[in-house]
T-cell receptor
Framework: ETGVTQSPTHLIKTRGQQVTLRCSSQSGHNTVSWYQQALGQGPQFIFQYYREEENGRGNFPPRFSGLQFPNYSSELNVNALELDDSALYLCASSLDSRNYNEQFFGPGTRLTVL | AQSVTQLGSHVSVSEGALVLLRCNYSSSVPPYLFWYVQYPNQGLQLLLK??????LVKGINGFEAEFKKSETSFHLTKPSAHMSDAAEYFCAVSDKGRDDKIIFGKGTRLHILP
């Protein structure tokens, strides 16, 4: 059984650029959640996708957007990058969002915005 | 709105001593409660969770936590600290019966002294 994987591991961008982060769910999982973890802080919920549709969103601006594909992998897109977007971005997959199911986290993508 | 407060951003204990990491939560509905551990440059690993049933929950690596509704607490303990326990620990809460959005505390860095 393959766990949650994320790519790339590290990324450096400049202010104003756009970035796409990728996440492959654990086998059999149809729900993906994305979190932003700033340095020294706990992760903050960005949004969740269930069967290719957004299923909840945290307090993040519209320049944070996402996609989930038929194979349940997912992308997080951030436009017009700002310095404060520098963080570890974590994705987590789970079996089904309608009832509690444990979320399994990937290792994260470290984004640095200069 | 749900929230989590972790008391103490840094906790130091001697190897072999009791580990106690404090967490208080706020939730308008019966919560799910979690403790996660994060080792340097890694994602989050679930230590234990409370959903329903027994209020004393046992997790991996010898950790346990007790859900105390009257005190709105979910403190994490381990009888005897090991050097390998040095990590960041996050307490978290989510709503029952809704999406799996998890609200994290700011974390407690556990230092183990030789």
């Amino acid at each position: 059984e393959t766990g949650v994987t994320q790519s790339p591991t590290h990324l450096i961008k400049t202010r104003g650029q756009q970035v796409t982060l990728r996440c492959s769910s654990q086998s059999g999982h149809n729900t993906v959640s994305w979190y932003q973890q700033a340095l020294g802080q706990g992760p903050q919920f960005i949004f969740q996708y269930y069967r290719e549709e957004e299923n909840g969103r945290g307090n993040f601006p519209p320049r944070f957007s996402g996609l989930q594909f038929p194979n349940y992998s997912s992308e997080l897109n951030v436009n017009a990058l700002e310095l404060d977007d520098s963080a570890l971005y974590l994705c987590a997959s789970s079996l089904d969002s309608r009832n509690y199911n444990e979320q399994f986290f990937g290792p994260g993508t470290r984004l640095t915005v200069l | 709105a749900q929230s989590v407060t972790q008391l103490g951003s840094h906790v130091s204990v001697s190897e072999g001593a009791l580990v106690l990491l404090r967490c208080n939560y706020s939730s308008s509905v019966p919560p799910y409660l979690f403790w996660y551990v994060q080792y340097p440059n890694q994602g989050l690993q679930l230590l234990l969770k409370y959903t329903t049933g027994a209020t004393l929950v046992k997790g991996i690596n010898g950790f346990e936590a007790e859900f105390k509704k009257s005190e709105t607490s979910f403190h994490l303990t381990k009888p005897s600290a090991h050097m390998s326990d040095a990590a960041e620990y996050f307490c978290a809460v989510s709503d029952k019966g809704r999406d799996d959005k998890i609200i994290f505390g700011k974390g407690t860095r556990l230092h183990i002294l030789p």
